[in-house]
């Protein structure tokens, strides 16, 4: 955790969201309730009553005293492990970054700062104000863009550029979050800015009724980002991917590339760090190799006329599986916002319909890229 | 139902076909089932004339086919029952145009126009409780609300307040203050002005299902915590044991964040108490020589994202156990998410023959014991 101005006096608070144990005389254990980490020592009777002492008020030497603890050096050497483990906080630096942010905004996202706090190992006010600083930059408001959008606000985004030329429709009901009967007409862009501005009145969009193709500028969009999602699988999903993809690369952006897209409806997408992850040439070239056999037909043309004039395509799925990998997006963008940690992610995976289990693909970077390998 | 020459059969178009050679792989692209036969070529691309328009003895009769019908009969018969062919017996109501992804969702589960149709008016006239419109039961019913439930009870005591809108999805700012109950039923009209709401503005308590008459409930879904979840989940089950309702206790609460809800069919699945009997046994270790220490401002807090993740699996569940499909996965189990390796941990959790609620000498329901 950040700074180290301790002082033989400091005084320190054991994180809110620990729970510690005692197990017979000379082990201590540190459960953090949120995540089930576990830090188990073991220690002296002494050291026991030391973290039995410690509760936000006295300081660390006050406490020594009270308790005849000397050995100095090693009370620091063991409060500084504890500090650098997130189960100890300085109560006074916490006061500090909180005073940084609003009170609104304190008693808005109370809980996930405290969540924050014990799961990205710094202050959970420092993490919530890195969230509010972002501005991301979305293509596609399907299902996964818009619902992305939806929990970044409710999170604490605030900026936001939405690129979608559709429009809202009567079945957009089963899709998306955002949907409201008056919407229906309105482009999907506008609604959605008008929803987020509901959940906070200080959302900000640039809408881009648009779509991506070959000469779409999408440079300047990319440049003023903090971070790129990319939900667009029109007018073709391996094409708008690639060239956000290598713009993203290029401008050293971080990406994450959603899934929940037809035939995929419950896969986790994957975060694109430049450099630390495979990059979008990676995983089409790991695709092209593995589907090189697989030339799926469809029967189109068993589409009725009428369905097939108003766009409604017959695609079976539940809403609830965007949710699914919404959410998912969701947890590994608000960990690389806060944390920069490129390899939390575990790159693309599937969620079937019936079984509660993952399978991840393991996609590796080609070092013989032609955007991101050697040479 | 075998397929008949006079039946119209359609090749479902989110149906992937592949042809490698002898072999044709039909995949199911939705729910990514896979179905290989070794067959030729062309009666592969035969199998893409069938459109639903013309009956199978027509459509023979047009690729001048008619002497052969009666060996394609057990091939169309085959992808019929495996729900690559659907039989078109009936065109969909109105309900389609609105939620065709729900349809075919169906189709890839029933052989026939009218079954999906009928299961999806089931899903229709389906009325389901929810306890708590917290950071689960308002992503869980809105999602079903998405999925074409229409009837909802809701109960919940609260006030949506500023720190909820972080995590409980529907409410906006202009929400705060208000009853719970009362917003979000409004924003459920937003998106469905017909949709049909009752509210309990109460707690949960013992004498709870005395004091309301709560009416004809398909599904219980249990998202609320106060005072504790295991309180309210015993209330719950009782109720719904004695009634013989499918419920299912929401997990994704506070200190239980990464947990799934339980789904229970009442005397067909694992209960309640047998979820409970089954945590004692793994649970049972010596505590005498464990102390905890105090932490004076103990403070645990959310993480939105965790809670809508579990509420995604929950709805898909609770959609499930309203359309009468039978691929339940949180039947018998107990379900985590894990933040660390980004991955679902199962632990099986069996029905109980020494369970006091459905074992062989259940209060509620009983397990018939072996004839032997």
């Known amino acids: ?375 | 139902m075998s397929v008949g020459i006079n039946d119209r059969l359609k090749l479902r178009p989110s149906v992937a076909v592949v042809s490698n050679g002898e072999v044709t792989e039909f995949f199911l692209s939705d729910i990514r089932h896979s179905i290989a036969l070794r067959m030729q070529k062309e009666v592969t691309k035969l199998l893409f004339g069938l459109d639903g328009r013309l009956t199978v003895g027509e459509f023979m009769d047009a690729n001048s086919l008619g002497s052969q019908t009666g060996e394609v009969m057990p091939l169309l018969d085959f992808l019929n029952k495996n729900c690559v062919l659907i039989k078109v017996d009936r065109k969909y109501s109105e309900d389609y145009n609105r939620y065709p992804r729900i349809y075919s969702l169906l189709e890839n589960y029933f052989p026939t126009q009218q079954q999906v149709e009928d299961h999806f008016q089931i899903v229709r006239k389906s009325r389901v409780m929810i306890i708590g419109l917290g950071s689960v039961g308002t992503w869980v019913a809105q999602s079903l609300l998405m999925s074409g439930v229409r009837h909802f009870l809701f109960v919940d005591g609260d006030r949506v307040e500023l720190s909820n809108l972080h995590r409980q999805g529907g409410f906006t700012e202009a929400s705060i203050g208000q009853l719970k109950t009362d917003a979000f039923a409004r924003r459920l009209k937003e998106m469905d002005a017909e949709v049909e709401i009752d509210c309990i503005v109460d707690w949960l308590d013992e004498v709870f299902f005395e004091r309301h008459d709560i009416g004809h409930i398909d599904l219980i879904i249990n998202c609320a915590d106060k005072p504790t979840v295991d309180e309210t989940s015993m209330i719950v089950g009782k109720y719904a044991m004695s009634h013989g309702i499918p419920h299912i206790i929401g997990g994704g609460y506070n200190l239980h964040q990464s947990l799934i809800g339980q789904v229970v069919i009442p005397g067909k699945t694992a209960c309640l108490e047998c979820f409970r009997m089954n945590l004692d046994d793994l649970n049972e270790i010596d505590t005498s020589n464990i102390r905890k220490l105090e932490n004076k401002n103990r403070r645990v807090g959310s993480f939105p994202p965790l809670s809508a993740l579990s509420s995604a699996i929950t709805a898909n569940e609770a959609f499930k156990a309203l359309a009468g499909l039978d691929n339940l996965t949180m039947t018998g189990q107990r379900t985590e998410f894990l933040l660390r390796i980004l991955n679902f941990a199962n632990v099986e959790m069996p029905r109980r023959h020494d369970c006091k609620w459905c074992g062989y000498e259940g209060k509620y329901y009983q397990l018939q014991r072996d004839k032997d």
């Open chain 1, 1 to 375: 955790m950040g700074k180290m101005h301790h002082n033989n006096n400091t005084v320190y608070a054991i994180n809110p969201a620990v729970d510690v144990y005692a197990i017979g005389d000379d082990v201590i254990e540190f459960y953090f309730i949120n995540n089930r980490r576990r830090v188990t020592m073991q220690v002296s009777p002494q050291v026991v009553a030391l973290v039995a002492n410690i509760d936000g008020r006295k300081g660390i030497e006050e406490i020594c005293e009270s308790l005849s603890i000397g050995e100095k050096d090693n009370v620091q050497a063991f409060v500084d492990y504890l500090f650098a483990q997130a189960i100890l906080l300085i109560p006074e630096d916490m006061e500090i970054e909180k005073s940084q942010m609003t009170p609104e905004d304190v008693k808005r996202y109370d809980r996930q700062i405290n969540y924050f706090t014990s799961l990205y190992m710094q202050s959970g006010y420092h993490a919530q104000q890195k969230i509010q600083q972002q501005k991301i930059l979305i293509f596609g408001i399907g299902a996964i863009g818009a619902g992305i959008a939806i929990q970044l606000a409710m999170s604490g985004v605030r900026h936001f550029i939405l690129v979608d030329k559709d429009v809202v429709t009567e079945d957009s009901i089963q899709r998306h979050y955002f949907f409201k009967e008056s919407y229906i007409g309105m482009t999907k862009c506008d609604a959605l800015t008008d929803y987020l501005m509901q959940i906070d009145r200080q959302v900000k969009c640039e809408v881009h009724n648009d779509i991506v193709d070959f000469d779409t500028d999408i440079t300047p969009w990319i440049e003023q980002a903090s971070f790129v999602v990319n939900t667009l699988d029109e007018p073709y999903i391996g094409l708008t991917s690639m060239k956000i993809g290598r713009a993203c690369y290029a401008l050293r952006k971080p990406l994450y590339v959603a899934g929940g897209f037809d035939a995929h409806l419950m896969s986790t997408g994957e975060l694109i760090i430049p450099d630390e992850t495979p990059c979008v040439d990676c995983y089409t070239t790991y695709f092209k190799d593995t589907l090189k056999n697989w030339n799926p037909k469809y029967n189109i043309e068993a589409v009725s006329e009428e369905h097939a004039v108003e766009g409604v395509f017959e695609v079976g799925g539940l809403p609830s599986m965007a949710l699914f990998s919404v959410s998912y997006a969701m947890i590994v963008i608000l960990n690389y916002m806060v944390t920069e940690d490129a390899h939390y992610s575990q790159g693309r995976g599937e969620l079937l319909f019936d079984k509660l289990h993952i399978d991840y693909l393991n996609v590796l970077k080609n070092p013989n890229c032609h955007v991101c390998g050697n040479q």
